[in-house]
C-alpha cells in the first residue's frame, strides 16, 4: 500500500449523501473506511470495484459508545502506516414528531447518534490526527434546521445546532496543530429522510427556494471534498451552507 495515500473515515456510508461522497472520494484517490448498521447492495458493488484495500467496510451503529469505540480502532488498524486524513462525521436520524407528544426515546436516540456520537468520534479520530505532523480534517454534517428549526424537528435541530457549535469549538483547540474542523448545512435534499414529506410541505418549500428545487446530493457533495483538500486548508470553524438559496 502507498504510505503517502491519504485515508478517510465516514460514518453512514451504506446509502443516499454518506455513499455519493465515497464515491468521489474514490475518484480523487482518496481510501476510504465506512461504517453503517447493514451493508447495502449499492455499498457492496463499490467494494467489488475496489478490490485493492482502498475501500472497506464496519459494521457499526452510531449512538452505541462500544461500537464506535470499536469502528475507529478497527478502521485506524486498517490504515496502518499510511497517512489517515480525515474523518467525516455523517451518520444522522431524524424523528418528525410535535416536542410534546415526542417519546422521549425518540429525542435521546437523535441526540446520542446526531451529536454525541459526532463528538465522541470526533474524539477518538483526534487522538491519531494530534500525533500527526501532518494535520488533518473533521467534516461534520450538519443541517440548515440546526440554525432555522422546523415545525416537529425539535430534536433534531438542537442536535444539529449542538454539532456546529462543536465544530467551532473543536477548530479553535486543534487549529494550531493544523486540524481544520468544518460543518456542511444541506438544505433539503432528495433522500430517504425527506420522503416521508408530504407534498403540500414539498411544495411550500420548492417555492420557498430561489432556486427552485429540492437539492441532491451531488449538489452537496463537492463542497465536502473540497473541504478535505489543499484548497481548504485555511477554512476551519465554519457552517457552510448548500440549501438552494431557501435561507438566504
Known amino acids: 500500500m502507498n504510505a503517502d495515500q491519504k485515508c478517510v473515515l465516514i460514518t453512514g456510508g451504506s446509502r443516499g449523501l454518506g455513499l455519493a461522497t465515497i464515491r468521489h472520494l474514490m475518484d480523487e484517490g482518496y481510501a476510504v473506511a465506512t461504517c453503517s448498521r447493514q451493508r447495502t447492495d449499492a455499498l457492496d458493488a463499490l467494494i467489488a470495484t475496489h478490490g485493492d484495500g482502498t475501500l472497506t467496510w464496519f459494521p457499526c451503529s452510531v449512538g452505541d459508545e462500544a461500537q464506535e469505540t470499536a469502528f475507529v480502532s478497527s478502521a485506524l488498524d486498517w490504515v496502518g502506516d499510511r497517512r489517515f486524513h480525515a474523518l467525516i462525521n455523517n451518520a444522522a ?51 440548515i434546521i440546526g440554525s432555522r428549526g422546523y415545525t416537529g424537528l425539535a430534536a433534531y435541530s438542537a442536535s444539529k445546532a449542538g454539532l456546529d457549535g462543536l465544530t467551532r469549538a473543536l477548530a479553535r483547540e486543534v487549529g494550531r496543530r493544523q486540524i481544520t474542523v468544518n460543518s456542511v448545512a444541506p438544505g433539503y435534499l432528495e433522500t430517504e429522510m425527506s420522503s416521508g414529506l408530504e407534498q403540500r410541505q414539498r411544495s411550500q418549500i420548492v417555492n420557498r427556494t430561489p432556486l427552485g428545487r429540492l437539492g441532491t ?16 486548508r485555511f477554512i476551519t470553524g465554519q457552517t457552510l451552507t448548500v440549501d438552494g438559496g431557501i435561507s438566504c
Open 93 to 143: 436520524v431524524a424523528r418528525d414528531g410535535i416536542l410534546a407528544t415526542l417519546p422521549n426515546v425518540d429525542s435521546q436516540r437523535i441526540l446520542e447518534v446526531n451529536l454525541l456520537g459526532s463528538l465522541r468520534l470526533a474524539r477518538l479520530a483526534l487522538r491519531r490526527m494530534l500525533a500527526s505532523p501532518h494535520g488533518g480534517r473533521i467534516v461534520n454534517i450538519s443541517s
Open 217 to 232: 446530493v451531488e449538489d452537496v457533495v463537492p463542497l465536502i471534498v473540497f473541504l478535505l483538500g489543499d484548497g481548504a
